[in-house]
């Protein structure tokens, strides 16, 4: 089993920075990727970034290239998505994900709300 806790989240101004981060713990040896989802009311969740937890190559949705940066700390056991010129679109509930079968994201945290105003 693998567990993730996320916390970060919070209140910020459009044009701002904030940075989330994901605690991972258990059975750390079976990950293959660690990633970020997020989700409004009403809408499908939208994958935001992810990461491979051994070599590092990310990915990023279409609409936070460039602007979010996902990284890891291994000796930590900790995924960070920083978050740079924040748009009110960008209000969510924030998940932290990990997968250990190369093929979906198989464990998912409890979720972090971030609330950007306009």
């Known amino acids: 089993q693998v567990q993730l806790v996320e916390s970060g989240g919070g209140l910020v101004q459009a044009g701002g920075s904030l940075r989330l981060s994901c605690a991972v713990s258990?059975?750390?040896?079976?990950?293959?990727?660690m990633g970020w989802f997020r989700q409004t009311p009403g809408k499908e969740r939208e994958f935001v970034a992810s990461?491979?937890?051994?070599?590092?190559?990310?990915s990023y949705g279409n609409s936070v290239r460039g602007r979010f940066a996902i990284s890891k700390d291994n000796d930590k056991n900790t995924v960070f998505l920083q978050k740079n010129s924040l748009k009110p679109e960008d209000t969510a509930v924030y998940y932290c994900?990990?997968?250990?079968?190369?093929?979906?994201?198989?464990?998912w945290g409890q979720g972090t709300q971030v609330t950007v105003s306009s």
């Open positions: 258990g059975r750390t040896f079976r990950i293959s990727h």
């Open positions: 990461i491979m937890w051994d070599y590092g190559f990310a």
């Open positions: 994900v990990g997968s250990t079968d190369r093929a979906s994201f198989d464990y």
